[in-house]
């Protein structure tokens, strides 16, 4: 069974560009997660999805935001890029109903460093 | 805000010797957990320990859970270069879908 898939890898932007990033859960898995990790703030929640629902939304400016098609597949995008969104960006996906209790398995991560 | 703490921050063992690292968290859970991570890369889940377990083994892994102190151990046991790594542990504390993590704890295993 294919991992957590996470594109593209690496990214540079320019401050006040826009990005999307990509993220493939394992094939089955309904519920896609989005966390932040920089070495200020460490490991942020940013959003989760099921069925593309969005259940719950970390504390985060609206300039971030996600969806998940159909496929279970999901895209976060954050518009505006400040120096500070700088960081690497980790998927995790889960099974069943995604909730408390289960395993989540993270991609590889796309590190974006903005300048 | 994250909801554990960890430590100690960094630790250095000699290959072969034990590895212990401390999570402290703030509110009551439903389960903790702990995750593997290398180099800045994914994390990689280790083991799941819910609020009336008090102990739990995975090979050379040991986690303990003490709900009325609000903390958790990992124990790594016979240490590997392998093993370097940065480790975290994250809670979650209902149906709200997200894993709390803590700092995380870097440990060194020298050959």
């Known amino acids: ?115 | 805000s994250q909801q554990g703490e960890e430590d100690p921050q960094a630790l250095s063992i000699q290959e072969g010797e034990n590895a212990t690292m401390n999570c402290s968290y703030k509110t009551s859970i439903n389960n903790l957990q702990w995750y593997r991570q290398n180099s800045g890369r994914g994390l990689v889940h280790l083991i799941l320990i819910r609020s009336n377990e008090r102990e739990k083994h995975s090979g050379r892994l040991r986690v303990t859970l003490d709900t009325s102190k609000k903390s958790s151990s990992l124990l790594i046991t016979a240490s590997r270069a392998a093993d370097t790594a940065s480790y975290f542990c994250a809670t979650e504390t209902g149906t709200d879908y997200k894993l709390s993590f803590g700092a995380g704890t870097t440990v060194t295993v020298r050959a």
């Open chain 1, 1 to 115: 069974k294919a991992g957590v898939t996470q594109t593209p890898r690496y990214l540079i932007k320019t401050r006040g560009q826009q990005v999307t990033l990509s993220c493939s859960p394992i094939s089955g898995h309904r519920s896609v997660s989005w966390y932040q990790q920089t070495p200020g703030q460490g490991l942020q929640f940013l959003f989760e999805y099921f069925s593309e629902t969005q259940r719950n939304k970390g504390n985060f400016p609206g300039r971030f935001s996600g969806r998940q098609f159909s496929n279970s597949r999901s895209e976060m995008n954050v518009s505006t890029l400040e120096l500070g969104d700088s960081a690497l960006y980790l998927c995790a996906s889960r099974s069943g109903q995604g909730g408390e209790g289960t395993e989540a398995f993270f991609g590889q991560g796309t590190r974006l460093t903005v300048v």
